[in-house]
């Protein structure tokens, strides 16, 4: 009787792993047409470990491609396909706004940036916080912003020239100077980073997006990567991490949104334009929504923006040609004196076409993603509703099929010449999506283009950047949230009167 027993229990044991398996494990190819590299797949996760490095995303969107740029694949147990043509990128964007639910991926970025982030709702949610949050990036009122983001890049630059060595990694300075950008113009505080390497605030932000790359990406089937209840030294830091950054939040939102009830005194900042728009449109938000977007606007002010910065200011560095073009631009708008303000920031064409260049090459966020709502047909494929449609934004921005031969080379020039006829119009915006795309782009992408801009002046109008000829690689291998420089990114910075005496 025992053994009849535990005989039922292992068949059934059995048929309950088989039945397992077959539901998620499996990687079986499911559109029929389209390459479905088996051999990237592992089971239970699909791609995901290709999908941590630069390497292995390259062998699945670039060499499993098919010569339209699209490849089948399993991520996790999920259906999927990738599109890199600039013609199917916009088809994508322009069919869903629904990015779905992720459950692993949404769980850990809930954990840090809560479950109220204009980048996690859905549907009707997210139109209606969307439409409040894009009313704080109005042009009034980053007009407004310019003075704040002008001081604090003067005073990274003056951190920058008084370092104690000819060359610095520069990037960490840069995530403190996004930091104390958007304290400052985010809910007017000053949050001090360059002034302190040692920031709590700066420690706690970099520690919790290093652990949604190492809970997503690196270690995704380790069970302490997603039981954040486990008593570890790692989940008390997080906690800790997340008690620092909410704790400050929260204070600072308190005392505004009463002050927004009570004074007539109203702020140059983002939480005020926020709290503006709330009351204009008759939906306040509480202290809890405002808190989980400020959140986010930290994140990606922090990591993506300083990665943006990070590239630009290399590109410059090894490409004097560039640089000198930019400053002469920058000398006759702005000169070397001159206060910076918004209408000039307008002015300068050929540093915009340097940023978005660097952009291309080097886009921040290497990833995005939509959930079909319905059938989409792409080019001979009808892709079945419920596939995850993935969008690798590094390579769609490096794709020979939107951008011709010279696609890997640095050449702002390409964003002022007449566009040649390869797409069509409504098509060639979306050869370039470092910003994503579509209705649920990045809401502060004009925000980060000042941003980047008056740094670029700040910078460029007093001294010229080079690049140390023994400095390590700065090509990105590890694959998280947003792509860093592995070696970090050694530059020198010299006062152009030295350059020129």
Partial sequence: MEGSVMSAGAAILVIVVAYVYHRYGRNAPFLPGLPFPAGLHRPFVG?????STLE???????????ANGMVSFRLLS????????????????????????TPIIDMHMQAFLGDRSVSLLMRDEWKLHRRLVSRAFQWQNLAAMVPAMASIAETFTNVWRGAATPS???FPLLKRLALDTIGRTGFGYDMGALRDAANPMASALDFLVNEINRRCLEQPLHPSSHLYWLPTRTNRRHAEAVSTVRTTLHSIIQARMMSHATSSLRHHDL??????????????MDAKTLADNVVTFFFAGSDTTSSAMAYT???????????AKAVAE?????????PITYEAMQQLPYVSAVLTEALRLYAPAPFTYRHADSDLVLGDHVVPAGTLLALPMWFINRSPLNWGDDAAEFKPERHLAADCDRFAAKDRAYRFVSFSGGPRNCVGMRFAQLEATVLLTTILRQCIVTRPSDAPSVEPTAVGISITPEGGMWLSLTPRAAVSA
Avoid: C, W
């Avoid at 926020?274 to 306040?284: G, V």
């Avoid at 920058?330 to 004196?337: A, F």
């Fill in 168 to 170: 610095i990694d520069v």
């Fill in 56 to 66: 292995g995303m390259t062998r699945l969107f670039v060499d499993a491609a098919d």
């Fill in 78 to 101: 999920q259906p999927s396909v990738a599109v890199t043509r600039a013609d199917h990128v916009r088809q994508v964007y322009m069919a869903t706004t629904n990015r779905g639910p």
């Fill in 47 to 51: 791609v995901a470990v290709e999908m």
């Fill in 313 to 323: 200011l290399f590109l410059l560095a090894t490409h004097r040609d560039v640089q």
């Fill in 271 to 284: 939480l005020e334009a926020m709290l503006e728009a709330a009351s204009a449109d008759n939906s306040p």
């Fill in 330 to 338: 920058i000398d006759k708008v702005v000169g070397q004196s001159s």
